[in-house]
């Protein structure tokens, strides 16, 4: 008997994902194992929207092999779809085979509710006597409020259920109920799968035992790549030198960091003699893209003005005189509703950004617009902060555009990848592998850190995890569905040279 697991794909409502190809790629993989069941363990989209629903139906049609199917908790995150959701990823719910019997357990609430309670005993009625059980559900049931515990440990017990299969977590883990066998997998999610690259995930019983295997998707993990392109991913990826401009820049020169950013705030508080000769050692180590990032333009709604422009203007002037290749400069610090198409304060800044940051493109420098992210507790409509999506940052660019001369070079997106992933409630429908199809083709640069309780900007130790894996970034780079552009580590609390020499080890088989 063997079954495979496919969880937490949370596929989005766009062509092109990372999500998608992840799950493209589990299917043609289950279409030549032959796998007896696949099991979906919820959490298949990122919303439970009809366009997601849809999408993710086109990606399963050429399955062909029996299934059984729960939903997950983001399946049902806008109540105005949830019950559909829930309807269309809630068959087939129970698979019989010679001896095993897979059943699906509906754990997307975080509990057990009465109705699936007694759907649940009904379908267990249904089983043949004498097969042994394999449920599949969402929710690690170990970790379901006390009362429902209870309850699976009850039924689990009483109906010979040897075996349980969960997402939900992100990660691996074995786990028991009441001696009753609990395996999480970490599932399908490139941005998500935490320890390593996202999986599809066997079971098989041999001998009345089931083991655990699994194939990792070769496309999210740059250890598959050739040398040469690891060797091309790792000659963009270099550092933000933070608060740490002379000790940081110095630290690239010495390791050959051939891309590098400087904080504005930072740097223009250091002898400009010493800065100037700490870019030339950089450069002549091998350096070669020099960026800086500017300082913030913000929308004062009440006086309906901008403020920031004098030292943006000394940002931009030191920028020059350093001769940067590219900066980056965040969108426009404002509400959402103050900056829609026509309105007043969107126009004024559009004219502050240009009569700013002209004299740079007119110097033939690459022009990145980094989007920003809402925080917790932060309105989720337009009083929340402007240009936390792909629409408003894209809108928001080509607008720039056009009104800068056509002659300089054409402004793009600083992706940062955190702002991305740390987005509540935005990152929801908005996910990095989104992020990364609708807006990724016109990047022209990345940040990149981890993210923990503490916040951005943490360091990254590792390519998965805990709270973002880069394998939607390294699909995504390496398939051309996002633009290769110079990738800054941009670490607050500690030098970004420890995560730079953790990524090239990583990348070196090191």
Wanted: glycine content about 10%.
């Amino acid at each position: 008997m063997k079954i495979a697991v496919i969880a937490d794909t949370h596929i989005p409502n766009c062509a092109d994902s990372a999500e998608e190809a992840a799950l493209a790629w589990a299917v043609e993989t289950c279409r030549r194992s032959e796998p007896d069941v696949v099991v979906f363990a919820g959490d298949l989209t990122a919303c439970g929207l009809p366009g997601e629903l849809d999408r993710l139906a086109g990606i399963l049609r050429p399955l062909g092999l029996p299934s059984v199917s729960t939903p997950g908790n983001s399946d049902l995150r806008s109540s105005q779809t949830a019950a559909r959701a829930r309807r269309r990823l809630s068959a087939p719910t129970m698979q019989q085979f010679p001896g095993v019997t897979v059943l699906a357990l509906d754990t997307s609430d975080g509990a057990v509710r009465p109705a699936e309670r007694r759907r649940f005993a009904s379908g267990l009625a249904g089983v043949r006597t004498g097969s042994s059980k394999v449920v599949v559900t969402h929710w690690p049931p170990d970790e379901l409020p006390a009362a429902d515990r209870q309850w699976c440990a009850s039924v689990f017990a009483d109906n010979r259920v040897e075996l349980v299969l969960a997402g939900h977590k992100h990660r691996d883990a074995d786990t028991e109920l009441a001696g009753v066998p609990i395996r999480q997998v970490r599932g399908l999610d490139p941005e998500k799968a935490i320890g390593a690259p996202p999986a599809l995930t066997f079971f098989v019983r041999e001998r009345g035992a089931w083991k655990r295997q699994e194939t990792a998707w070769p496309a999210g993990d740059p250890r598959t790549w050739e040398p040469n392109e690891r060797e091309g991913f790792l000659a963009q990826l270099g550092i933000s030198t933070m608060s740490r401009t002379l000790a940081d820049t110095a630290q690239a020169a010495t390791v050959g960091a051939r891309v590098l950013e400087l904080r504005a705030s930072a740097a223009m508080g250091v002898d400009g003699t010493e800065l100037a000769a700490a870019v030339r050692r950089w450069r002549g180590a091998g350096g070669r893209e020099l960026s800086v990032h500017l300082p913030d333009l913000r929308w004062d709604a009440k006086r309906g003005r901008t403020d920031g422009l004098p030292i943006l203007r000394d940002a931009v002037s030191l920028s020059l005189r350093l001769g940067v290749e590219r900066v980056t400069v965040h969108v426009p610090r404002a509400a959402a509703k103050d900056m829609t198409p026509g309105n007043g304060g969107r126009q004024a800044m559009l004219a502050a950004f240009s009569a700013a940051l002209g004299p740079l493109a007119e110097a033939g420098v690459i022009l990145g617009v980094e989007n920003l992210h809402r925080t917790p507790g932060e309105p989720d409509d337009d009083r929340g902060r402007f240009g936390c999506t792909p629409p408003e940052c894209l809108a928001w660019l080509q607008d720039l555009t056009d009104v800068l001369p056509s002659s300089v070079p054409r402004p793009g997106l600083l992706l940062d990848l955190g702002h991305a992933r740390n987005n509540p409630p935005l990152s929801r429908m908005w996910t990095v592998g989104r992020w990364l199809a609708e807006a990724g083709p016109c990047a022209v640069g990345y940040h990149v850190h981890q993210v923990t309780a503490k916040g951005n900007h943490q360091p990254l130790r590792e390519p998965f995890g805990p709270a973002i894996s880069l394998s939607a970034l390294f699909w995504a780079w390496r398939a051309c569905r996002t633009a290769r552009a110079p990738m800054f580590l941009e670490i607050r609390d500690e030098s970004a040279m420890g995560s730079l020499r953790a990524l090239r080890d990583f990348l070196q088989g090191r």
